[in-house]
């Protein structure tokens, strides 16, 4: 099991950057064990998948909304995962989530804990 909680959430205006952490608080297996995730859920929408990082860091994967803008890193000494988020849009407004994944089900990965949230709101 692994507690999550995320921080760095702020208004910026648009073209801005943020960097959002997740620190994570693992009991019984080690933060290394998580391939991590980040989420995001803005108004009224469906939650959606943001990137991912696996153990490493040297793995990762994300929407295409986000590739070129954004960049996932982790620091497993600190227990923490970032999203570095440069020339920031409006509508990248959102509740942003990170989460943790230690299976994968039929190919597709499963995750099982997560964090609280934090919002980020971008100005136009």
């Known amino acids: 099991q692994v507690q999550l909680r995320e921080s760095g959430g702020a208004l910026v205006q648009a073209g801005g950057s943020l960097r959002l952490s997740c620190a994570a608080a693992p009991s019984g297996r080690t933060f290394t064990s998580y391939t991590m995730g980040w989420f995001r859920q803005a108004p009224g929408k469906e939650r959606e998948f943001v990137a991912t990082i696996n153990w490493n860091g040297d793995r990762l994967d994300y929407a295409d909304s986000v590739k070129g803008r954004f960049t996932a890193s982790r620091d497993n000494a600190k227990n923490t995962v970032y999203l570095q988020m440069n020339s920031l849009k409006p509508e990248d407004t959102a509740v942003y989530y990170c989460?943790?994944?230690?299976?994968?089900?039929?190919?597709?990965?499963?995750?099982?804990?997560w964090g609280q949230g934090t919002q980020v709101t971008v100005s136009s």
């Open positions: 989460a943790a994944s230690e299976r994968v089900v039929r190919g597709i990965r499963k995750y099982d804990y």
